[in-house]
């Protein structure tokens, strides 16, 4: 019944900026974090930024400074601003959330792919 939808993926030149978004859809109670780790070919699925329940960000030393993590809990949508974009940020990101309904649950969206061209 709960679903994350992925959307925002793309083909963008080294140096350009992606936003994606993930939507929580059905019902739940409330949401406790809301992240995003992508996983490129070859490599471990690794995170790129985290929102705790507190509000608290959690950055990959590798996009601090360039990615940004945002919530929209009027429609339990997550978002990653991505600028500056290098090749080596190419993989398929996959937005994850916690959430009680109304016992815990952890789940993962799709993935949706990013592709960054040099």
């Known amino acids: 019944q709960v679903h994350l939808v992925e959307s925002g993926g793309g083909l963008v030149q080294a140096g350009g900026s992606l936003r994606l978004s993930c939507a929580v859809s059905?019902?739940?109670?409330?949401?406790?974090?809301m992240g995003w780790y992508r996983q490129a070919p070859g490599k471990q699925r690794e995170l790129v930024a985290n929102?705790?329940?507190?509000?608290?960000?959690t950055y990959a030393d590798s996009v601090k400074g360039r990615f940004t993590i945002s919530r929209d809990n009027a429609r339990n949508t997550v978002y990653l601003q991505m600028n500056s974009l290098k090749p080596e940020d190419t993989a398929v990101y996959y937005c994850?959330?916690?959430?009680?309904?109304?016992?815990?649950?952890?789940?993962w969206g799709q993935g949706t792919q990013v592709t960054v061209s040099s």
């Open positions: 994850n959330v916690g959430y009680y309904s109304p016992n815990y649950y952890d789940q």
């Open positions: 059905g019902s739940i109670f409330s949401i406790n974090h």
């Open positions: 929102l705790g329940s507190g509000g608290s960000t």
